[in-house]
């Protein structure tokens, strides 16, 4: 009986409860929330109002932003998906392949072409890009070093000119 007192009994109630969404304002219902990745030199953000991506360097200790041009009406069913290395970041939103270094605090915006087959990776200080067109594939890369893109044609092995964003 005394083993029996001496024991802790613990009682967990469990309820549920249910809201009518009746008049509800509808941003509500489309509220979409901030992303927010972290490596060891830096955090990359793209807040809830998804007008531009954010990136902290722990290297410079400073924030710095590039803009994103993205409709309102889109911005609940849009996937962003950023790539986070160690001090570099790369997101593709659209025909814009987007990349951060945390060592130059410089962002760079490259615009892929229509009607292309893209895909990136980020390696310990490089980001590299294949771009496959009807005519060509390409390659870029941005380096941890870098101010902006560089690419090279694969077939002709012709550096190409690029017109592209930096911020």
Request: aromatic fraction near 8%.
């Amino acid at each position: 009986m005394q083993a029996f007192a001496t024991r802790l009994l613990i009682i967990t109630l469990f309820s549920t409860s249910v809201t009518i969404a009746t008049g509800q304002d509808s941003t509500q219902a489309t509220k979409v929330e901030p992303i927010l990745v972290q490596s060891q030199g830096l955090i990359f953000l793209v807040p809830q109002s998804r007008d531009k991506l954010m990136a902290y360097s722990i290297l410079t200790n400073s924030w710095s932003h590039t803009e994103i041009a993205i409709e309102k009406s889109s911005i609940p069913s849009l996937k962003i998906q950023p790539t986070v290395g160690n001090t570099l970041a790369a997101c593709q939103i659209g025909q814009e392949l987007h990349a951060y270094s945390a060592k130059t605090d410089v962002w760079s915006k490259l615009r892929l072409p229509q009607d292309c087959k893209s895909n990136y990776t980020i390696g310990n200080n490089l980001i590299t890009a294949y771009v496959k067109t009807k005519a060509d594939t390409r390659i870029y890369v941005f380096g941890e070093d870098a101010k902006s893109w560089s690419g090279v044609d694969l077939a002709t092995g012709t550096q190409l000119p690029l017109k592209q964003d930096q911020e």
